[in-house]
C-alpha cells in the first residue's frame, strides 16, 4: 500500500503493508531509527512523535492513519544553523543532566515539544503532566523538567 504525507517537512510515499505501525514504517521503511521501540503497547513514550499538532505514540498508530498527515519525529527536531544541528531544547536537555540512558530521550524531547506548541509558558505542573505518558529509569524526571521549564523561558525571553 502507497502511503503519503508529510514527515518533518517533506512530502513522502512509502509503499509499505497495510498492518504495520507508524513506528515500523519510520524505522524500518524510512530509516528514522530516532524514535525509539520501549514497550510496543504505547505506555512508555519512548516512540512519541507528533501528528498533526498532538503527541502520539507511533507503535499505536497503523502507518495507514498517517496518511494525508503531518508527522514531526525526533530527526525533525534541529536547530537553526546551516547543519541542523540540535536545537535549544535538546541543549537544555544536555546542560540541565537530563540525558541518560538515551532510550526516552527522544519521546521526552517530543513530548516537550508538543507541550510547547500549545502552552509557550507552562507551569511545572502542566510540564509534569505533559510527560504523563512518558517513563524514564534513569534521569528521576527532575532534571528532564528542568530542561523543558528552560526552554519554554528561552523562547518567551528570546534567550
Known amino acids: 500500500m502507497l502511503i503519503e504525507f508529510t514527515c518533518n517537512g517533506k512530502p513522502v510515499a512509502v509503499e509499505a503493508p497495510p498492518d504495520i505501525s507508524l513506528l515500523t514504517l519510520l524505522r524500518d521503511y524510512m530509516g528514522l531509527t530516532g524514535s525509539k521501540e520501549g514497550c510496543s503497547v504505547g505506555e512508555c513514550g519512548a516512540c ?7 503527541l502520539v505514540n507511533s507503535c499505536l498508530v497503523l502507518a495507514p492513519q498517517a496518511g494525508g498527515s503531518e508527522v514531526i519525529t525526533i530527526e525533525g527536531v534541529h536547530g537553526e544553523g546551516a547543519d541542523g544541528g540540535i536545537n535549544d531544547m535538546q541543549e537544555n536537555f544536555i546542560t540541565y543532566g537530563a540525558v541518560q540512558c538515551g532510550i526516552c530521550i527522544p519521546g521526552m524531547v517530543m513530548a516537550g515539544e508538543a507541550l510547547l506548541l500549545h502552552s509557550p509558558n507552562p507551569t511545572r505542573a502542566e510540564i509534569r503532566a505533559a ?3 512518558n517513563l524514564c529509569r534513569c534521569t528521576g524526571y527532575q532534571q528532564i523538567v528542568d530542561a523543558i521549564e528552560a526552554t519554554a523561558v528561552g523562547r518567551q525571553t528570546g534567550k
Open 131 to 133: 510527560l504523563a505518558g
Open 48 to 54: 512519541a512523535v507528533i501528528m498533526d499538532g498532538r
